[in-house]
T-cell receptor, first 109, second 115 residues
């Protein structure tokens, strides 16, 4: 069962603009949410996380927003850079960790 | 500090065979988790080990098994391989047992192809 969903398999944005990646979850028991970035031939690397007691966490160009009532989180990248081009996975943690299918972000120069 | 290492990086097997994948966590990390990544499915949780004990198991058939040794190294075994087992298998380690607060560090993965 897909408890974590990323409905957009791909996203393309212009350099300097904002990238918004979305993620929905179904299990209200998840209490910690994470975003990972993955380059080809490498394992995912941790990007940013948010606890369920918060609704926003910011780290440099990356901000994660959590809307618990909608069971929705999003990752904002501002400004987007070509080096941000990668596959982004959202993950939700409770008794175990569930990942979305990923969104391939392409940032065009 | 060395990262998570996985061996082999690439593997080709035929249906019905079995395979063993190895993962060495970051030094000092005691928890190892395994994931299967296939196109369109994202990362699916296989199992997690902490101090040689399996703590969690995902929704995979019994053909998938694992173990963890006293030095925290972990192995994953898949028996009676099927074509659908072709995937990237990722291992991740973290320091402690608390899943929600520790950062996981992933290895580069083992690409398994079943012919």
């Amino acid at each position: 069962d897909q408890q974590v969903k990323q409905n957009s398999p791909s996203l393309s944005v212009q350099e300097g603009r904002i990238s918004i990646l979305n993620c929905d979850y179904t299990n209200s028991m998840f209490d910690y949410f994470l975003w990972y970035k993955k380059y080809p031939a490498e394992g995912p690397t941790f990007l940013i996380s948010i606890s369920s007691i918060k609704d926003k966490n910011e780290d440099g160009r990356f901000t994660v927003f959590l809307n618990k009532s909608a069971k929705h989180l999003s990752l904002h990248i501002v400004p987007s850079q070509p080096g941000d081009s990668a596959v982004y996975f959202c993950a939700a943690s409770g008794d175990d960790m569930r990942f979305g299918a990923g969104t391939r972000l392409t940032v065009k120069p | 500090k060395a990262g998570v290492t996985q061996t082999p990086r690439y593997l080709i097997k035929t249906r019905g065979q079995q395979v063993t994948l190895s993962c060495s966590p970051i030094s000092g990390h005691r928890s190892v988790s395994w994931y299967q990544q296939t196109p369109g499915q994202g990362l699916q949780f296989l199992f997690e080990y902490f101090s040689e004990t399996q703590r969690n198991k995902g929704n995979f058939p019994g053909r998938f098994s694992g173990r963890q040794f006293s030095n925290s190294r972990s192995e994953m075994n898949v028996s009676t391989l099927e074509l659908g087992d072709s995937a990237l298998y990722l291992c991740a380690s973290r320091l402690g047992a608390l899943l929600s607060t520790d950062t996981q560090y992933f290895g580069p993965g083992t690409r398994l192809t079943v012919l």
